[in-house]
């Protein structure tokens, strides 16, 4: 599996968990645990997907072993984060700490990504560029 297929496949399974949120939040009319819908949708839908594209567009990136790690580090880092911001958000204080490891974890999972985007060029292999033909 290449790291472009994991982040969209983990992409669909957090936006399915992030609706699933929303629409629960909406039968109950309790919004509380909105903070932590919006981080499962950001981090977990948008943000992986586009990890994806960018992932799609680079094969020699997207076969790599590090962008392997980056999108597991990423997607952990957001179920942590996620769970931790609802328990803040119902009253556990508690979690506060695990929100603030998470949301380390996210932050260098980003730089790990930041990293593969301002490397040289020369060590990026760019994806096959579309050939197209005139219509007749």
């Keep these: ?10 992409a669909v399974l ?3 968990a992030g609706m699933a949120m ?8 309790d919004h509380a645990l909105m903070p932590a819908h919006a981080h499962l949708n950001l981090l977990g839908w948008v943000s992986l997907f586009l990890f994806g594209i960018y ?11 590090l962008a392997m790690i980056q999108v597991v580090l990423w997607s952990l880092g957001t179920v942590v984060l996620t769970s931790a911001v609802s328990a ?17 974890i996210v932050l260098a999972a980003m730089i790990q990504f930041a990293y593969f985007v301002f490397r040289p060029e020369r060590n990026v ?6 050939h197209l033909s005139p219509a007749e």
Excluded at 1 to 10: D, E, G, P, T, V
Excluded at 22 to 29: F, K, L, N, S, Y
Aim: no cysteine.
């Design 55 to 65: 992932y799609e567009r680079r094969p020699a990136l997207d076969a790599s072993r």
């Design 22 to 29: 929303g629409i629960g939040m909406a039968m109950t009319q």
């Design 1 to 10: 599996m290449h790291a472009s297929s994991l982040s969209f496949r983990l």
């Design 125 to 130: 292999a760019p994806g096959p560029a579309a």
């Design 14 to 16: 957090f936006v399915i």
């Design 88 to 104: 803040i958000h119902l009253g556990y204080h508690a979690a506060e700490p695990i929100a603030a490891i998470a949301s380390l």
